[in-house]
Nanobody
Framework: VQLQASGGGLVQAGGSLSVSCTLS????????MGWFRQAPGNEREFVSA????????YYADSVKGRFTISRDNSKNTAYLQMNSLKPEDTAVYYC???????????????????WGQGTLVTVSS
């Protein structure tokens, strides 16, 4: 399985960005997808996740109401739309795939089997 992340970049506070993640090598609709981020000097933290069907979504409190996760199983791609960005959202954003065996969507990074290379999001004040 390979995950290819794209998007990200530099935006002013209050602006919007979108990142996407395409999975190849296995059936995309068998994986729950997650987004995590890691800021300099910080540990990797959970941002958002979506179940394999796109029916259930989960968010960290820090991004709830500002970020939207989605997926298009016909395109093998997951998306993270980020609105009302804040300087504290600055981080490398990673997508991850978790093979759905039990119908449980995890917010814990060790539960994810495959990871993308990360894409940098920088929010200037």
């Amino acid at each position: 399985v390979q995950l290819q992340a794209s998007g990200g970049g530099l935006v002013q506070a209050g602006g919007s960005l979108s990142v996407s993640c395409t999975l190849s090598g296995r059936p995309f609709d068998t994986y729950n997808m997650g987004w995590f981020r890691q800021a300099p000097g910080n540990e990797r933290e959970f941002v958002s996740a979506i179940d394999r069907y796109g029916a259930k979504t989960y968010y960290a409190d820090s991004v709830k109401g500002r970020f939207t996760i989605s997926r298009d199983n016909s395109k093998n791609t997951a998306y993270l739309q980020m609105n009302s960005l804040k300087p504290e959202d600055t981080a490398v954003y990673y997508c991850a795939a978790d093979r759905d065996l039990w119908g449980v969507v995890s917010s814990s990074s060790p539960d994810y089997d495959y990871w993308g290379q990360g894409t940098l999001v920088t929010v200037s004040s």
